[in-house]
């Protein structure tokens, strides 16, 4: 790891070019392995801000990072008391929405750029372009949206932590991202911005897979391969189980 940030720094030093600043960025992990037990993982995030000569880059800069998961099409239903009942009402499906997101920054995104950029950059989930499938009126997709959005933050899945980059000396920076245990698997992009003067100068990404290992590896193949042999075994299982707990409570 280690090794591998050095040579880039070492790369940079025969750049030659642009005025604008270089990011070299870095992940502590680039595999994270779902196993069984799997409560989350903490990912350190970190690089480096420098001009294309490997120089330390001139003036300040502040550090906005994206991590975001795989996207989904996501149904989104409310509920509504009927006679007493929770019962499911009005639905919106959205199209591509991020299984995961989170914001990390050195500053408050707000005192970094305008509505205009953070909207291009989608920098932050008031800014998440989450597009329902069909027509739907403006209010409605909104409620829906601040619904869904509010629901992936209850779950830890959607996340936003202002003033948690940390930057040293203008030039190395670096910010803590959790995943959650309920994570899904796939590939996971991670972009970093430089802002300066409300304008973005500078990106770069990285990317963390995430996958299952060992028998919930084996569980997840078969349930998208196999569906019959794993419904199959799924339902030995259960009457296996069912079968097991009826005979220990005779014994007691």
């Given at each position: 790891?280690?090794?591998?940030f ?6 940079l ?30 990912l ?6 420098l ?5 330390r ?14 996207a ?29 997101y ?5 500053r408050p ?26 027509v ?12 869904l ?10 996340q ?56 919930e ?15 199959l075994?799924?339902?030995?299982v ?7 707990a ?7």
């Amino acid at each position: 790891m280690i090794a591998r940030f050095a040579a880039l720094l070492l790369a940079l030093l025969l750049c030659t070019g642009a005025r604008n600043p270089i990011l070299v960025p870095e992940i502590s992990q680039h595999e994270i392995q779902v196993r069984q037990g799997f409560t989350g993982a903490d990912l350190l995030l970190f690089g480096a801000i420098l001009t294309p000569e490997g120089a330390r880059a001139a003036g300040d800069y502040d550090i906005v990072v994206l991590l975001e998961g795989p996207a989904r099409s996501i149904v989104v239903r409310e509920k509504r008391k009927v006679a007493g009942i929770w019962v499911n009402a009005d639905s919106t499906e959205f199209r591509s929405a991020p299984s995961f997101y989170a914001l990390a920054s050195s500053r408050p995104v707000a005192a970094l750029v305008d509505g205009k950029t953070a909207a291009i950059y989608e920098m932050g989930l008031k800014w998440l372009q989450l597009s329902p499938v069909g027509v739907i009126d403006p209010v409605e997709q909104k409620r829906f949206s601040d619904g869904l959005v509010d629901l992936m933050r209850r779950q830890a899945l959607y996340q936003e932590n202002e003033n948690a980059v940390k930057i040293s000396g203008q030039v190395l920076y670096q910010a803590r991202i959790s995943l959650p245990s309920s994570v899904l698997t796939g590939t996971y992009t991670a972009e970093t911005f430089a802002v300066r003067d409300g304008r973005v100068v500078a990106s770069a990404i990285s990317r963390v897979t995430v996958r299952k290992e060992g028998f919930e590896r084996l569980v997840a193949y078969n349930a998208e391969r196999n569906g019959f042999l794993y419904g199959l075994f799924a339902v030995i299982v259960s009457i296996s189980m069912g079968w097991i707990a009826g005979r220990l409570f005779a014994l007691v």
